[in-house]
C-alpha cells in the first residue's frame, strides 16, 4: 500500500499495486487529465520486459512507439525504465492518448471539444515524443513531448483521484504542475501536469 499526500484541490490515493486501478473516487479531487513521466513509465510497464510481477489488465492497445499519422517520431526503446510503479489514476477506466493530435488539441482545432466520444474511448495511443517544439534527448527527433497524456474515465472535472507511483514527497507544486520524488533509489520524478 502506498502513503498518499493530500494537496490542496488534488489528492494523490493509496496505490494497491493490482495494476487494476482499484482507487476510490471522490468530487473532492480534481483530475481532468495527466500528462506526466510516470504515465509514459506506466505505458512502458505494459511492455513484454515488465520485470513487475503484478498481473496487467488486457484492454486494447496501440503497439508502444507507435503514434498517431502525422504526430511526431516516436521513441524506438521498449525497456521498462520504472517496473512496479503505480497508474496514475485511481479510478478505470482510462484512457491514453493524445491531448494535442485529437479533438479540442491544438492540432484540431475545427473539433473543439477535449470532451469527444473518440477522447474517451479505445485504443490506448502511445505519445510519448509527440512533436514539440522543446529538447527531448530520448526522441529520435531530439525534440517532443515528454510524457504519456492520460484522460479519466470521463470529461467530469473534479471528480477523479491521482495516485502517486511509489512512496515519495510532493517536491513541486505549480499552477498546472505536481512533482513527486520516490524515496527509493534511484530518487524518480514523477510530473503530473494539467492535473
Same mark, same amino acid.
Given at each position: 500500500m502506498r502513503a498518499f499526500a493530500l494537496i490542496p484541490l488534488l489528492l494523490f490515493a493509496a496505490c494497491d499495486q493490482t495494476g487494476t486501478g482499484g482507487g476510490t473516487s471522490s468530487s473532492s479531487a480534481s483530475?481532468?487529465?495527466?500528462?506526466?513521466?510516470?504515465?509514459?513509465?506506466?505505458? +512502458?510497464?505494459?511492455?513484454s520486459e515488465s520485470s513487475s510481477s503484478i498481473a496487467l489488465p488486457d484492454f486494447p492497445h496501440d503497439p508502444a512507439t507507435q503514434l498517431a499519422a502525422g504526430s511526431g517520431s516516436g521513441y524506438t526503446d521498449l525497456s521498462n525504465w520504472a517496473p512496479g510503479i503505480c497508474f496514475p489514476l485511481a479510478d478505470t477506466p482510462a484512457y491514453a492518448n493524445s491531448q494535442v493530435y485529437r479533438p479540442g488539441?491544438? +492540432?484540431?482545432?475545427?473539433?473543439?471539444?477535449?470532451?469527444?466520444?473518440?477522447?474517451?474511448?479505445?485504443?490506448?495511443?502511445?505519445?510519448?515524443?509527440?512533436s514539440r517544439s522543446w529538447s527531448?534527448? $530520448?526522441?529520435?527527433?531530439?525534440?517532443?513531448?515528454?510524457?504519456?497524456?492520460?484522460?479519466?474515465?470521463t470529461c467530469k472535472?473534479? $471528480?477523479?483521484? +491521482?495516485?502517486?507511483?511509489?512512496?515519495?514527497?510532493?517536491?513541486?507544486?505549480?499552477?498546472?504542475?505536481?512533482?513527486?520524488?520516490?524515496? +527509493?533509489p534511484p530518487h524518480r520524478v514523477y510530473r503530473y501536469l494539467h492535473i
Open positions: 483530475s481532468s487529465s495527466s500528462e506526466s513521466s510516470a504515465a509514459s513509465s506506466s505505458s +512502458a510497464a505494459s511492455s488539441g491544438s +492540432a484540431r482545432p475545427s473539433e473543439p471539444s477535449q470532451c469527444a466520444t473518440e477522447n474517451y474511448s479505445y485504443p490506448w495511443q502511445d505519445n510519448f515524443c509527440e527531448n534527448p $530520448l526522441c529520435t527527433s531530439g525534440q517532443g513531448h515528454q510524457g504519456q497524456d492520460i484522460r479519466p474515465k472535472s473534479n $471528480l477523479y483521484w +491521482a495516485v502517486a507511483p511509489e512512496d515519495g514527497v510532493v517536491t513541486q507544486m505549480g499552477s498546472m504542475t505536481v512533482a513527486i520524488t520516490g524515496n +527509493a
